[in-house]
């Protein structure tokens, strides 16, 4: 007679003890198909984006707001020269809100005159928005790597499609990070709207530029290509606010960036310790050898002495030559020299 135990029907005891094999291992594969799906659910769960609160809501100024005409923040010795600094037609900060970018305009106005033609540059490459015309948020993976391997062209798309979203949801958005923890109380608010920064910025009669560069990481040449074609364009009462997130990394190398075409007969030392005693980052402070940080750290370093050099070199036929094409032949060059040597 057969007999069925556990679930399982035998015949007879040796057809018993086949089946007893069949059904352990049967439950082996159950319990391994059972953990791998934990473990992508996990990793679903890991990798799925916070909504971030990036910086105060309300009528206030951004964190690292700087004019290039301030006092040095930071004691510097030697003292850096400042050499063309006060001329330059630029700010810089974090991420504001969208009563802080009223208030950004109307600073700006007062320092450069009502005839300035104000671009935002914005440096951020993590999708991001603001909530109910005010609240700057974002969307964070880990390390702030949000859009990290999209295209730069697909970005504004992407994140137009998470602002849409979470639009007619109660969310609570959260500081993170050591500092945005100390300075930020999370809030919880239902989205009525949900706007781009680059909808925000026309809304309030301003020009906007977007860069998509991932948070601690260098630019590319091709990131340098499009700001170059972007300054070669402006006109001439144009004032340029550069931000990022936190008005640090990414903001200083484009201001660094920006100060060298306008100061070239600067020494490159210089321009990197004044931008970085005015509230910016040190951009050739070495970076920890063996982490990812560290590296980009020091490709953001060599991308900046690149950039000296090119706008030494091409200035006098006013950057004819992309960026990315010459670093190229500058490559090749050093690398025909050391085979020869070789």
């Known amino acids: 007679m057969p007999k069925k135990i556990g679930g399982c029907i035998f015949m007879s005891r040796r057809k018993y003890t086949i089946?007893?094999?069949?059904?352990?291992?049967?439950?082996?594969?159950?319990?391994?198909?059972?953990?791998?799906?934990?473990?992508?659910?996990a990793a679903e769960k890991q990798d799925a984006p916070v909504w971030r609160l990036d910086s105060k809501p309300g009528a206030v100024l951004p964190r690292s707001f700087r004019f290039m005409t301030d006092e040095f923040s930071q004691s510097l010795n030697p003292v850096p020269s400042r050499q063309g600094m006060d001329a330059l037609r630029c700010s810089a900060s974090g991420e504001f809100s969208g009563s802080g970018l009223s208030m950004i305009r109307d600073k700006i106005y007062q320092h450069a005159g009502k005839n300035a033609v104000i671009y935002?540059?914005?440096l951020r490459k993590e999708s991001h928005g603001f909530i109910n015309g005010d609240i700057p948020?974002?969307?964070y993976k880990k390390?702030?790597?949000?859009?990290?391997s999209i295209s730069s062209a697909a970005v504004p798309q992407v994140e137009e499609k998470k602002l849409r979203s979470i639009v007619g949801r109660e969310i609570t958005f959260v500081p993170l990070g050591n500092a945005d923890t100390k300075l930020l109380t999370a809030c919880?608010?239902?989205?009525e709207k949900a706007e781009t920064e680059e909808a925000l910025v026309a809304r309030l009669g301003m020009n906007y530029k977007r860069i998509p560069v991932p948070d601690q990481c260098a630019p590319t040449d091709e990131d340098i290509d499009e700001f170059m074609s972007f300054y070669k364009n402006l006109p001439s009462d144009s004032w340029l606010h550069f931000h990022c997130q936190a008005g640090h990394?990414?903001?200083?190398?484009?201001?660094?960036f920006y100060d060298i075409l306008s100061n070239p007969d600067v020494t490159l030392e210089d321009i990197v310790a004044?931008?970085?005693?005015?509230?910016?980052?040190?951009l050739f402070a070495p970076g920890k050898k063996n982490n990812w940080k560290g590296e980009e750290i020091h490709k953001r370093a060599q991308q900046v002495r690149n950039f000296y050099a090119y706008v030494?070199?091409?200035?006098?036929?006013?950057?004819a030559q992309p960026y990315s094409q010459w670093i190229k032949a500058q490559n090749s060059r050093e690398d025909n020299t050391k085979n020869s040597e070789s």
């Open 274 to 282: 004044r931008q970085y005693a005015l509230g910016g980052t040190n």
């Open 312 to 319: 030494q070199a091409n200035r006098s036929n006013k950057y």
């Open 188 to 191: 919880n608010v239902k989205v």
């Open 143 to 148: 390390k702030n790597l949000d859009n990290y």
């Open 249 to 256: 990394g990414r903001t200083t190398t484009f201001a660094v």
């Open 137 to 139: 948020v974002s969307s």
């Open 19 to 41: 089946n007893k094999s069949t059904c352990s291992i049967f439950a082996i594969i159950c319990s391994l198909l059972i953990m791998l799906m934990a473990t992508a659910q």
């Open 120 to 122: 935002i540059l914005d």
